[in-house]
């Protein structure tokens, strides 16, 4: 396959680059580019690319999701704000697998803060 060809699927593979500016620099025309996307064998080569990089993000994530998860637990204990200590703490639940229709008991003081937050997941809970 040409070098132009193998740089074009390089650039289509990044998703943040227009046709245009591809083909500028390639010094092809759209319409070029528009044809190779029509090639079966450019097309196959550009798909295993795209299969690369989603491997490599998710890869990437993976290795991430550690420091993530710490980041919405120190959040979720630390904020002074309490929207985001709830945002922060229900996405833990959320991507911990926990359903919204389990029952739940929950221990609360009387501050007007903390029932105001149980206030709020009802009645996000009563619109879902």
Request: hydrophobic share 40%; no cysteine.
């Amino acid at each position: 396959m040409p070098d132009k060809k193998l740089r074009a699927i390089e650039l289509l593979a990044q998703r943040n680059i227009t046709v245009k500016a591809i083909a500028e620099e390639l010094q092809v025309s759209r319409t070029t580019i528009y044809a190779w996307l029509k090639d079966a064998e450019f097309k196959a080569k550009l798909e295993e690319m795209n299969r690369l990089r989603d491997a490599y993000l998710k890869q990437e994530l993976k290795d991430k999701a550690e420091d993530y998860i710490r980041a919405l637990e120190k959040l979720g204990n630390n904020s002074k704000n309490d929207m985001v200590k709830l945002r922060a703490l229900e996405n833990l639940l959320m991507h911990s697998g926990w359903n919204q229709t389990q029952e739940v008991t929950v221990k609360t003081d009387e501050s007007e803060s903390k029932n105001a937050m149980i206030q709020l997941l009802k009645q996000k809970e009563n619109k879902e």
